[in-house]
C-alpha cells in the first residue's frame, strides 16, 4: 500500500495550490479519502475527505476555499486550495479509510509541506 502526496510548496498569501495523492496496493474506489494537516507542536487537523460515493465535507476552517476530488480512473485525490492564508502552513497528508463492520483500516501518505507566506 503506498499514497503519495506532491503538489505541496511555497505560496504567497491569497494563492492556489493543488495537491495530489496518488494511491495504489488498495482497492482505491471502495476507499473514503481524505487530507489532514499538521503544524509541528500542533495535534493533527482533520481538512476534508470524499466518500466512495462522491460526497464530501469539510472543516469550517476551509470550508468555500479548499476543494477535494477523486479520480476512481487514476487512483488519485485532490486537494485544490484557494485564497490561501498563513494559517494554513502545515504539513498535508493524504488518508484512505475503510470500515468493515467495527473495524476501520487507514492508509497515510508521508505528507507534503506547504508554507503560506509572503
Known amino acids: 500500500v503506498q499514497l503519495v502526496e506532491s503538489g505541496g510548496g511555497l505560496v504567497q498569501p491569497g494563492g492556489s495550490l493543488r495537491l495530489s495523492c496518488s494511491a495504489s496496493?488498495?482497492?482505491?474506489?471502495?476507499?473514503?479519502m481524505g487530507w489532514a494537516r499538521q503544524v509541528p507542536g500542533k495535534v493533527l487537523e482533520w481538512v476534508c475527505g470524499?466518500?466512495?460515493?462522491?460526497?464530501?465535507n469539510y472543516a469550517d476552517s476551509v470550508k468555500g476555499r479548499f476543494t477535494i476530488s477523486r479520480d476512481n480512473a487514476w487512483n488519485t485525490v485532490y486537494l485544490q486550495m484557494n485564497s490561501l492564508k498563513p494559517e494554513d502552513t502545515a504539513v498535508y497528508y493524504c488518508?484512505?479509510?475503510?470500515?468493515?463492520?467495527?473495524?476501520?483500516?487507514?492508509?497515510w501518505g508521508q505528507g507534503t509541506q506547504v508554507t503560506v507566506s509572503s
Open positions: 496496493g488498495f482497492t482505491f474506489d471502495s476507499y473514503a
Open positions: 470524499v466518500n466512495s460515493d462522491g460526497s464530501t
Open positions: 488518508k484512505g479509510s475503510f470500515v468493515v463492520g467495527t473495524t476501520e483500516y487507514d492508509y
